[in-house]
């Protein structure tokens, strides 16, 4: 069975700054990797993918995540963040063997303050 | 990509009534996802509906509480039976598309649902 860990319930940051957030799952099989986007009163928009390959995957919207394997991470990070950034954001882990299910994770709400 | 159409996109309903969601796409897909997002938490999965099949359930959601019915590859219907206020939640559909399974899932808007 797979687990998706997001710490930080909440992340304020001023806009133009760099922004973190954090992902670890477990997994005893191997994974694909998402995050997800959702603004106030929407579904869930990707932001992107990790499949296979490149351990550095970009999005849309400037964003860009990193797999590392022996951390079992996938943290979400962007150089320079925007007000139309404010959302939640949530990691979610699939397996590559053969199953179809999401793992969420609980979501990080990112707060962009002026 | 596929684009999906939820109605209705939120609801506020007496407890013990029932309420229906529509999920509508634009192609034909072979599974379709139903969660549930209560306030403040993650997504669960309910159910994934298959056209042609029951739909099977996932650990504590029965299909007394969230019948749900698949006639054809782009449409799926989820009710939520005898409401109460614990059934207040977003609930979204979502379908995965790609010649690769799983290479991206897509949601829809959500309905959220409100029991007094």
């Known amino acids: 069975a797979q687990s998706v860990t997001q710490l930080d319930s909440q992340v304020p940051v001023f806009e133009e700054a760099p922004v973190e957030l954090r992902c670890n799952y477990s997994?005893?099989?191997?994974?694909?990797l998402f995050w997800y986007v959702q603004y106030p009163n929407q579904g869930l928009q990707l932001l992107l993918k990790?499949?296979?390959?490149?351990?550095l995957v970009k999005g849309i919207n400037g964003f860009e995540a990193e797999f590392n394997k022996s951390q079992t991470s996938f943290h979400l990070r962007k150089p320079s963040v925007h007000i139309s950034d404010t959302a939640e954001y949530f990691c979610?882990?699939?397996?590559?063997?053969?199953?179809?299910?999401?793992?969420f994770g609980t979501g990080t709400r990112l707060k962009v303050l002026a | 990509s596929a684009v999906i159409s939820q109605k209705p996109s939120r609801d506020i309903c007496q407890r013990g009534t029932s309420l229906t969601i529509q999920c509508q796409v634009d192609?034909?897909?072979?599974?379709m996802f139903w969660y549930r997002q209560q306030p403040g938490q993650s997504l669960t999965l309910i159910a994934t509906?298959?056209?042609?099949?029951?739909?099977?359930?996932e650990s504590g959601f029965v299909i007394d509480k969230f019948p749900i019915s698949r006639p054809n590859l782009t449409f799926s219907t989820l009710t939520v039976s005898n409401m109460s206020p614990e059934d207040s939640s977003i609930y979204l559909c979502?379908?995965?598309?790609?010649?690769?399974?799983?290479?991206?899932?897509?949601f829809g808007q959500g309905t959220r649902l409100t029991v007094v």
């Open positions: 997994s005893s099989v191997s994974v694909y």
């Open positions: 979502s379908v995965e598309t790609g010649s690769l399974r799983r290479t991206e899932a897509f």
């Open positions: 979610a882990v699939s397996d590559a063997s053969g199953t179809y299910k999401y793992i």
């Open positions: 990790y499949l296979s390959g490149s351990t």
């Open positions: 192609s034909q897909v072979t599974m």
């Open positions: 509906a298959n056209q042609g099949s029951e739909a099977t359930y």
